[in-house]
């Protein structure tokens, strides 16, 4: 592996003669120096278990012509173990010098007779006896080494026939700056018949940036060197003697991220205990949490573990982060410093502000944190609250409120802050942690209830909203609430108004109170209350006198972006019913486009824009494409069973229609009963859906022609039709009679057909005239 070394980067030039070598000898170094120094000087053999790493094994193998390997990686990464396997792979024929640094070694004189010890045991055949004499006969003049030591050693590695591989194991363990500088000169001067190898949970010695700068450095570091999933299974199968089922075995690469000497720790806990992963958590942890403790934080100094424990509280952290929760003014400095020494430390991004542990690594400090007391620990997530929220990292924020003891401040947090959630399509985040804080914790707070109201309703649980508004309304609270709402009335008049849970004359009388309660522009609520009116008058059929609210809600500027959305698909809904049919599709068009701007195809709060833009392409007579607007819309809506029902409702009958105009007059009745479903849960009212439902039974009766009369009900369409007059379901109704949801439906169109009639309403009102109710 000749190469010129070039000047700048400090080697041996080509053409300079090197002095010839002092004389020669047999070697005698090695019997010299007592056992300890033979332990350290004998590489590791590959273990039986081990998990062969073939592709870094053929980096290190091609990688002959660099100066320097550098190993750089926390401590259990495998290291040392993957220098074994590159020293016995049969490619490899240099000899290896290996030196398994310790403590000790912090010493010239003791460094450097182990160095030389390393490569006269490696069989170099260098003659090296006269070398030791001046790095261990004290006092030890360190100009010697400086001067002498390391030049001549230089010189005879230069005039090597075969070159050799000299290991430096656990060269982080070397801390001073003399040997740091001699190990630096050795590095910068070695000749081309020496590779020096570095292995280093921290940053290797000077003038290594120069030589990657040069091409002359091969790292590899702890990505490198993580363990994928593929190569966990097998390593557990020979440790534990247990196979790992796909889960168990994504749950441990999960858990131990990659980490070798986690994984191998986590075996030896499988060893002998059936069953799931799941049950050898506690044992594997404590087994993890034992070799942290003793091989890594044991090390380090008191400041720097006081900042690791009270930072560990952190999923995520940048410095101003930490200086706040370990009430330090260096974060900065102490994060570059665990970066170069590669404590369990990731960047998250490639600026290198935020970074987190490593998962099992974080574990240990909150388990060293836990020790040092509860209200420690609590006060440190609390303080990372504040930090969080003044960060505008408000999701960050709830979760250490809640972590620190303090709920109330979560749900202030939460019931602040949920409207954005909605706004950018994250209602599941908020019912998390609505799922976190808990019941009986909303259930103290006004501002908590009206929250868990809201989701209760954008879930389509019903009674759960009844419930939590009248827990809400009994508290005691004045003025307004964290999201703005001016009272719990208004919120409360906002909740049922948007969903129209009890019926069209409920919805219409609560939407004029909240639009007389939120009469501030500048209020996010203004436009949702005008949105509701608006909607209340549009279903009254009252579309001209909805046009001025539901611009007043299209046009706040500080309104939520779906209720833009709602507000401009109702605005093109009722001037399509006007015959603006320009403008409807104009309207339609922009309420679509803000949907996808924002990503909310699959929202079911911004379904009604897929609604109008259907009614709008059905007016024009494209029919088809109608039809998939409409369809998605369905689609989206269905997904959450007990939604708010009126648009859903808007959405059949207009598919309804466009299905009979298209001819397929079965889908049109099933969409009919479909409704009819939904209208059956609801007071029985007089309202704009009604009567465009209305007008699809009668056109879908004449299309069907004459219905039969005078055949008798059968037993079980008779037992069927008592059930109707109430507000079951079809699927309900199949529950109660132990039958299949198609079986009732089947008997249901029957008895349609019996009776001539074509809706359930028309079917009850029938059969009460014949006396069958």
Known sequence: MIRAWRREVGGWEPGVALPSHPRAGTRTITATVDALTHAKIRMPEPRPERVDRTTLVDRLVAGDDKRLVLLAAPAGYGKSTLIAQWRFDVREPRPFAYLALDERDDDPARLWTSILVALDHAGTGLQLDDLLPPVRTP??????????????LLERLARLTQPVVLVLDDFHTVRGAACRQQVTQLLKQAPPTCQLVIATRSTAPAGVARLRAAGEVLDVGLDDLRFSAAEIGPFVQRVAGRALAGPDLAALAARTEGWPAGTYLAALSLRDRPGPLAHSLPRMDRYILDYLSEEVLAGLTDETRRFLRRTSVLDRFTPGLCDAVAQTANAAEVLEHLTHTNLFLIALDGDRRWFRYHRLFALALRTQLTQ????LEASVHRIASGWLENAGLIDDAIAHAYAGGDPGRAIHLLAEHWPSYVDTGRDATVQRWLALIGDEALSRDPAGALCAA???????????????????????????LPDRTRSVASAAALIRATFGLEGHEDMLRHSRLAAGLE?????????LAAAGLGRGLYLAGRARDA?????????????LLVVRILALSLLSLATGRLGRH??????????????????????????????ALGAALARQGRLDAARVELEHSLRVRRRIRGVSPWPTLESLVILASVAMRQGDHELARALRDEADDLLAALPEEDHQIKADLDALRRRLTGNRGTPTLGVPLTKRERVVLRLLPGRLSRTQIARELFLSANTVKTHTRMIYQKLGVSSRREAVRRARELGLL
């Open 139 to 152: 006092p030890l003049d360190p100009t010697l080494i400086d001067a002498t030591v390391v030049p001549t």
């Open 372 to 375: 040092e007391g509860r209200d």
């Open 454 to 480: 809201w989701f209760a309703a954008f879930a389509g649980d019903r009674e759960a909203v009844r419930r939590w508004l009248q827990i809400a309304e009994r508290l005691p609270h004045a003025g307004p």
């Open 519 to 527: 009469i501030d522009p500048a209020s996010p609520w203004y436009g």
């Open 547 to 559: 046009i001025a609210p539901l611009e007043r809600a299209a046009q706040s500027q500080n309104t």
């Open 582 to 611: 320009v403008a409807a599709s104009d309207l339609a068009t922009a309420a679509h486009q803000l949907v996808y701007d924002h990503d909310l195809a699959d929202s079911p709060q911004a379904s009604l824009a897929f609604t």
